[in-house]
């Protein structure tokens, strides 16, 4: 059974920084492209950040370019998201996904979500 954790998410002040987690089980994790979408409230999901299999190659939505970086662990099965200078429209819930090409991703596998909160 595939599963993927999120961790990392929270209240933050704007200007402030988080780093999400994502945890993969029950797959081979080198063999997946992964990626983040968040869902605002009130709004659609839409695509954040996606990184290949082998972590060389990402790809950003134009709303995160410069202030979030995506990276994987192979080894540890894990995927991050480091989101600097966050801003209040940057609030959503933040979801994990797995997929096997990274542009565009089109997941077979969702967590379950992490909420960030942007204080203004």
């Known amino acids: 059974q595939v599963q993927l954790v999120e961790s990392g998410g929270g209240l933050v002040q704007a200007g402030g920084s988080l780093r999400l987690s994502c945890a993969a089980s029950g797959l081979t994790f080198s063999s997946y492209a992964m990626g983040w979408f968040r869902r605002a409230p009130g709004k659609e999901r839409e695509f954040v950040v996606a990184?290949?299999?082998?972590?060389?190659?990402?790809v950003y939505a134009d709303s995160v370019k410069g202030r979030f970086t995506i990276s994987r662990d192979n080894a540890k099965n894990t995927v991050y998201l480091q989101m600097n200078t966050l801003k209040p429209e940057d609030t959503a819930d933040y979801y994990c996904a797995a997929g096997p090409r990274y542009s565009p991703l089109e997941p077979d596998h969702w967590g379950q979500g992490t909420q960030v909160t942007v204080s203004s």
């Open positions: 990184i290949s299999k082998s972590g060389r190659s990402t």
